[in-house]
């Protein structure tokens, strides 16, 4: 019993003295991106990019990202830098201009 509860306390000890991992500046879909605005696919102005290079997208409460650049990493063990809004995107192949179904992450 006390071997148990000794197993126990050191597990639950060593996962709170585990550092996070640093982020990598990368999601499974790609790079993450360092967006100007993230906003529903319904909003007006992604509205209107959208449509005019071609792109449906079925859920207007997607989010997405408008001018969009990859975050660089500064320095070794630094970590990733974005000024402006970090998120991690479905589709990142529009250039930049629109990123399609982000969701924010924390650098």
């Known amino acids: ?4 509860l000794f197993t126990i306390a050191s597990l639950a000890i060593l996962a709170v003295a585990t550092p996070a991992p640093a982020p990598d500046a990368t999601c499974s879909t790609g790079p993450i991106q360092c967006c100007d605005t993230v906003t529903k696919a319904s909003d007006p102005a992604a ?3 959208l449509k005019s290079i071609g792109v449906v997208v079925q859920d ?3 989010l997405v ?3 969009c650049s990859a975050v660089t990493v ?6 990733g830098s974005c000024d402006a809004q970090a998120v991690c995107c479905e589709n ?4 930049g ?3 399609i179904g ?3 992450v924390t650098l």
């Open 47 to 49: 509205a209107n990019i």
């Open 60 to 62: 207007v409460n997607a």
């Open 65 to 67: 990202g408008l001018t």
């Open 92 to 95: 990142n192949s529009f250039g």
């Open 74 to 79: 500064v320095g070794v063990g630094s970590g």
């Open 102 to 104: 982000c969701a924010p």
């Open 1 to 4: 019993m006390f071997s148990k």
């Open 97 to 99: 201009l629109i990123s």
